[in-house]
């Protein structure tokens, strides 16, 4: 059984930079989706990113292209989200989340889409101010 707790969080002004880490405890296979996932107050959940952990580059939704990065550490089995030229329209619960189902890059971005992930973290919030 997998675990996921997120760090990073924080209160950041615009245009900083905050990196996020999701540590997972279990096994994360070779072929499975993380990802990265936000709520704002009053709003849905929406999918930020994945990965599909057999290889390929991350996915991103287009609010965040060009700002944020996925990345991940194998050796440490911590999944990491950059976030860089924060906007206070990015202020949200950030979550991660994994699923042991993936098999393309774009499979586990349908998955993102689709918020059906396996296994959710409790979230870290991100403030930012203007």
């Known amino acids: 059984q997998v675990q996921l707790v997120e760090s990073g969080g924080g209160s950041v002004q615009a245009g900083g930079s905050l990196r996020l880490s999701c540590a997972a405890s279990?096994?994360?296979?070779?072929?499975?989706?993380m990802g990265w996932f936000r709520q704002a107050p009053g709003k849905e959940r929406e999918g930020v990113g994945a990965?599909?952990?057999?290889?390929?580059?991350?996915l991103y939704a287009d609010s965040v292209k060009g700002r944020f990065a996925i990345s991940r550490d194998n050796a440490k089995n911590t999944l990491y989200l950059q976030m860089n030229n924060l906007k206070p329209e990015d202020t949200a619960m950030y979550y991660c989340?994994?699923?042991?189902?993936?098999?393309?890059?774009?499979?586990?971005?349908?998955?993102?889409?689709?918020?059906?992930?396996?296994?959710w973290g409790q979230g870290t919030q991100v403030t930012v101010s203007s």
């Open positions: 279990g096994y994360i296979g070779s072929s499975d989706c």
């Open positions: 989340a994994a699923d042991p189902n993936g098999y393309s890059g774009s499979w586990c971005y349908s998955l993102l889409l689709k918020q059906a992930f396996n296994t």
């Open positions: 990965i599909y952990t057999g290889g390929g580059s991350p």
